[in-house]
């Protein structure tokens, strides 16, 4: 089965501009996540879909970050404005459902240099 | 503070030995999993324990889990090239909640 995309694969902005990813998770994953990854640290949570509602977004800066998955399948994640510190893998992952220890699947990630 | 810590940080070994990581976290879980990613790859998952197994096995993985401790560790055995990698512990405090990564440990198979 084809596995979580994303796009772009890789991003550099200057401070101050904007940005936005994309993710298709896999087909029939009711759950998607977004995590920052930040070099030589573990992934860190950003948000997460069941469908298309938010389930938890508590490490989410909402004064510069948004995300949204219409339709509950694909979902962009947007930065505006980029910080330098913003410079990290963005990574998308799925799994099939929630509540039921399920594996997810992560994506290849998009690497964003802020400038 | 993360609720993963991995030990340790770094470490290298030769081709066909084994390799030994180790995580440690605060509170009760669910479940604890192991991811590795690659360089300029994405993670992949290894293994899922959940908090009622103590040990699991997926081919030259080896994971054990103490609770009381609060606990887990990963075994590579007889390692290859390919093996080099980071590895990431991730907590799943209850079910359906978010994952919660370690800072990893850093593995360098040597040919």
């Known amino acids: 089965e084809a596995g979580v995309a994303q796009s772009p694969r890789y991003k550099i902005i200057e401070k101050r501009q904007s940005v936005a990813f994309w993710c298709n998770p896999i087909s029939g994953h009711a759950t998607l996540y977004w995590y920052q990854q930040i070099l030589g640290q573990g992934p860190k949570l950003l948000i997460q879909f069941q469908n298309n509602g938010v389930v938890d977004d508590s490490q989410l800066p909402k004064d510069r970050f948004s995300a949204e998955r219409l339709k509950g399948v694909d979902s962009t994640l947007k930065i505006q404005p980029a910080k330098l510190e913003d410079s990290a893998v963005y990574l998308c992952?799925?799994?099939?459902?929630?509540?039921?220890?399920?594996?997810?699947?992560f994506g290849p990630g998009t690497r964003l240099l802020v400038l | 503070s993360q609720q993963g810590e991995e030990d340790p940080q770094a470490l290298s070994i030769q081709e066909g030995e084994n390799a030994t990581m180790n995580c440690s976290y605060k509170t009760s879980i669910n479940n604890l999993q192991w991811y590795r990613q690659n360089s300029g790859r994405g993670l992949v998952h290894l293994i899922l324990?959940?908090?009622?197994?103590r040990e699991k096995h997926s081919g030259r993985l080896r994971v054990t889990l103490d609770t009381s401790k609060k606990s887990s560790s990963l075994l590579i055995t007889a390692s290859r090239a390919a093996d080099t990698a980071s590895y990431f512990c991730a907590t799943e405090l209850a079910a359906g909640n978010k994952l919660t990564f370690g800072g990893g440990t850093r593995v360098l198979v040597k040919p």
């Open positions: 324990i959940r908090s009622n197994e």
């Open positions: 992952a799925s799994s099939l459902d929630r509540g039921r220890q399920e594996t997810q699947y």
